[in-house]
C-alpha cells in the first residue's frame, strides 16, 4: 500500500472518530447565555392548587392547648409521628374534600394552601377564640424518568424549583439524553398538559415551566447513541484509537 492510500485512511479514521462527538451546544445547558449580568426575576412559579390524594398536615394554635389539642391529629397520634404520614394529615378525598374534626367536609380542590389556611382559620374562630391555623403540603414528589443517573421519585422541600434543580436531584442528565427535547407532563383543571423543553435554549429561564410543580413528571429523551469524547473515558479513547491504527497497519501489511 502507498503512503498516500495509508494518510487518507488515517484521514478517514480521524474524521469518522470526529463525527461521533457530539457539538458542546447539544450538551450545554442554556448554551451561549450571557453572564456576568443579573436577569429580572419577573416570572413566579404557578401556583400549586390541591388536587384528591394531596396531602395536607393541619395544626390548630391556640391560647390554651387543652382547647385546641383535640383538633390536631399529631396531639391523637403522638406515639405515630413518623410512622405513618396518614395518621398526622388529611388525605384529599376523589371529591376533593377532607374530613376534619368539628367542621365535618371541607371541600379544598382546586384551592391553594393559603386559601385553605385562611379559611378553616375562619370557620375554627367561630367555635374558639383566639386560635390560629396552620396548613403544609407534604410529602411533594416529582418523578424523573429516563436518561437521568438516579431515575424515579424524587421529594421536594423548596416552593420554588427550577428544572434544573428537579434534574439535580435525580444526578443529572446522562451523557446519552437528549437535553434538547426534554418531556414535561403536567396535571391541569382541563387535563394532561405536555410540552417540550429545550434545555440549551437561554430564553428557558423566562418560560412558564423554568419552575416545577408538585406531582410533576419529567422524562429525559435517549438522543443517539454516538460515541464522542464526553460519552468515553480516557481508556475507551485511547482503545479505539488504537484499534484504527492496528487495522490499518494490519491492512498495509497484507497489501503494502
Not at 29 to 42: F, W
Not at 50 to 67: A, K, Q
Not at 85 to 94: Q, W
Not at 194 to 210: A, E, G, H
Request: aromatic share 10%; hydrophobic share 40%.
Amino acid at each position: 500500500m502507498k503512503k498516500p492510500q495509508i494518510i487518507l485512511l488515517l484521514f478517514l479514521a480521524i474524521l469518522m472518530l470526529g463525527a461521533c462527538t457530539r457539538p458542546l451546544k447539544e450538551i450545554t445547558y442554556v448554551h451561549g447565555i450571557e453572564t456576568g449580568k443579573v436577569y429580572a426575576d419577573s416570572l413566579q412559579p404557578a401556583t400549586y392548587l390541591i388536587r384528591p390524594n394531596d396531602h395536607l398536615y393541619i395544626v390548630v394554635l391556640g391560647d390554651d392547648p387543652m382547647n385546641t389539642d383535640f383538633l390536631n391529629l399529631t396531639s391523637a397520634t403522638r406515639t405515630n409521628m413518623g410512622q405513618n404520614l396518614e395518621l398526622i394529615t388529611y388525605t384529599v378525598d376523589e371529591r376533593g374534600y377532607i374530613s376534619f374534626p368539628q367542621l365535618g367536609e371541607v371541600y379544598v380542590k382546586d384551592k391553594t394552601v393559603l386559601q385553605v389556611q385562611e379559611e378553616l382559620g375562619k370557620k375554627i374562630k367561630t367555635y374558639i377564640e383566639g386560635t390560629s391555623v396552620q396548613v403544609k403540603l407534604v410529602d411533594r414528589t416529582i418523578t424523573v424518568i429516563g436518561e437521568v443517573n438516579r431515575p424515579g421519585v424524587q421529594s421536594i422541600f423548596k416552593n420554588q424549583l427550577t428544572i434544573f434543580e428537579a434534574l439535580g436531584t435525580a444526578g443529572d442528565i446522562t451523557d446519552w439524553g437528549n437535553r434538547r427535547n426534554v418531556k414535561l407532563f403536567r396535571q391541569t383543571d382541563d387535563g394532561k398538559e405536555i410540552v417540550s423543553l429545550d434545555l440549551t435554549n437561554p430564553q428557558l429561564i423566562n418560560s412558564p415551566y423554568y419552575y416545577i410543580l408538585p406531582n410533576d413528571v419529567i422524562y429525559v429523551e435517549a438522543s443517539s447513541r454516538v460515541f464522542g469524547f464526553k460519552t468515553l473515558n480516557f481508556v475507551s479513547i485511547f482503545t479505539l484509537a488504537l484499534s484504527i491504527v492496528t487495522t490499518i497497519l494490519l491492512i498495509y501489511n497484507l497489501f503494502g
